[in-house]
């Protein structure tokens, strides 16, 4: 059985920082390429940032440039999204996600918001 657990989010002043995590089981991780998305109240599902299966290609949404970063780890089987000088903006549900060709899984999703 295919599983995608993120952890990490919660709740932070603007301008703080947070760090998420994927921890994925039933598929081998190092094959499939791993992506953040997020939806926000009200808004479209949109992806935050994507990394190659060896973690040496990164992409990022222009929202996040410069603030976020994405990373793996293939020996822990773990995706990482940190996220640096949050803004109210940021406040979502993110989905961690991983896709190999036609094959793609989900994460349940772990709320963040940013707020005063």
């Known amino acids: 059985q295919v599983q995608l657990v993120e952890s990490g989010g919660g709740f932070v002043q603007p301008g703080g920082s947070l760090r998420l995590s994927c921890a994925v089981s039933?598929?081998?991780?190092?094959?499939?390429?791993m992506s953040w998305y997020r939806q926000g109240p009200g808004k479209e599902r949109e992806l935050v940032a994507r990394?190659?299966?060896?973690?040496?290609?990164?992409d990022y949404a222009d929202s996040v440039k410069g603030r976020f970063t994405i990373s793996r780890d293939n020996a822990k089987n773990t995706a990482y999204l940190q996220m640096n000088s949050l803004k109210p903006d940021d406040t979502a549900v993110y989905y961690c996600?991983?896709?190999?060709?036609?094959?793609?899984?989900w994460g349940q999703g772990t709320q963040v918001t940013v707020s005063s």
């Open positions: 990394i190659t299966t060896t973690g040496r290609k990164t």
């Open positions: 039933g598929i081998t991780f190092s094959g499939y390429v």
């Open positions: 996600n991983a896709q190999l060709l036609q094959s793609m899984y």
